[in-house]
């Protein structure tokens, strides 16, 4: 396994909760933006 492969793996890894907090969060917003338009 090359330093690459393990970095790109624990890269989509380690933020997989950050990335779907970050989804729900986005969501949050867009629903909050089409409320106020």
Known sequence: MSN???SKTFLF???RETVW????E???V???IM???
């Open 4 to 6: 690459t492969t393990i």
């Open 26 to 28: 986005k969501e949050k």
């Open 35 to 37: 409320k106020v338009l």
């Open 21 to 24: 907090a970050f989804l729900t």
């Open 13 to 15: 890894a380690a933020p």
């Open 30 to 32: 867009s629903q909050a």
